[in-house]
């Protein structure tokens, strides 16, 4: 196999990443939702975790995108 | 016509200045658009931010209530992350969130370039940063610091913790950084290949009309790409917030 089908093959196979990604994103919203619905007073003082949360979560998923750069580009 | 959506990315000299300005140990220094737009961002904000609050008055203009409600909202993110003594680190992470804001915003701009979508610029201000916090943390601490390493834990634990724990701060400067270079790129890559769809679509003879279903999209995308600007500085602003606090109160919990 040639060096750049390999390539492509491996950028695409880096966006797996993405699953966790995805799973992480919707599992941060939806414990603040259950817990802003349950306690709706107390839901303003968690938006800082929420947020935070939110972009530690979207990071994982981009570090598959930085791999799938790196793949095909610096290699 | 050049559809490449990494194009926008290139570093290249501006106004035709093929001439380097100076030379640093043999590499040639030019004045680049990456360079003119960093002057620009710090020129604008530094002018608004000062000019803003000249008038001084008690009841705000709305140039004055805006700067004083940016310094507000720095100033209780502080507080609330690190506590009554992170606010001495005031000015650098004020400085940090607006550097980091309006350079993401001045990115928005179509034609223009994005500064934090540069690996090289992003490393350099997470190093920045967890190089403050390790000096700060061996400055107020001594040699002490290093038990920021150890968590409360029984002895065996503690052969496979301390490892991890060294592992997971020494990677604190490449997530910092990548974690703001790759959303900045991403979202600028996927507004370039979006409108490079509009362009294929527009240039079809009878699909014409319908190139305004991408052209949609990216005003969708680029209100996306405005949150995500906000919130990638109010999220590189906060965690320095919290590694200073990892650095100023080792273990302790107030």
Sequence with gaps: MEVMAAKMIGAGLACIALVGAGIGIGNVFGSYLSGALRNPGAAATQTTNLLLGFALCEATGLFGLVIALLILFAF | ?254
């Design chain 2, 1 to 254: 016509m050049n559809l490449n959506p990494m194009e926008q990315f290139a570093v290249k000299p501006i106004l035709g200045l093929d001439k380097p300005l100076f030379e640093i140990a043999g590499h040639p220094i030019y004045f680049t658009n990456q360079a003119l737009l960093m002057v620009i961002v710090v020129a604008v904000s530094s002018l608004f931010l000062s000019l803003a609050v000249k008038p001084n008055r008690l009841v705000p203009t709305r140039g004055q209530s805006m700067a004083e409600m940016s310094y507000e909202f720095v100033s209780n993110m502080i507080h609330s992350a690190t506590g009554e003594d992170g606010l001495k680190f005031f000015p650098f992470v004020f400085t940090l969130f607006i550097f980091v804001l309006c350079c993401n915003f001045f990115g928005m701009v179509p034609g223009s370039f994005t500064v934090t979508s540069q690996i090289a610029v992003t490393f350099a201000l997470a190093a920045l940063v967890i190089l403050m916090v390790i000096v700060v943390g061996f400055m107020k601490h001594g040699i002490g610091f290093l038990k920021l390493f150890v968590p409360h834990a029984p002895w065996y634990l503690l052969i496979l913790l301390i490892p991890i724990e060294v592992i997971s701060f020494l990677t604190r400067p490449i997530s910092l950084s990548v974690r703001l270079f790759a959303n900045m790129l991403a979202g600028h890559t996927m507004l370039a290949v979006f409108g490079g769809f509009v362009v294929a679509l527009g240039s079809a003879g009878v699909w014409a009309p319908l190139a305004i279903a991408p052209m949609l999209l990216i005003v969708a995308i680029m209100l996306l790409e405005l949150l995500v600007a906000f919130l990638q500085a109010y999220v590189f602003a906060i965690l320095t917030c919290i590694y200073l606090n990892e650095a100023l109160h080792l273990h302790d919990h107030h």
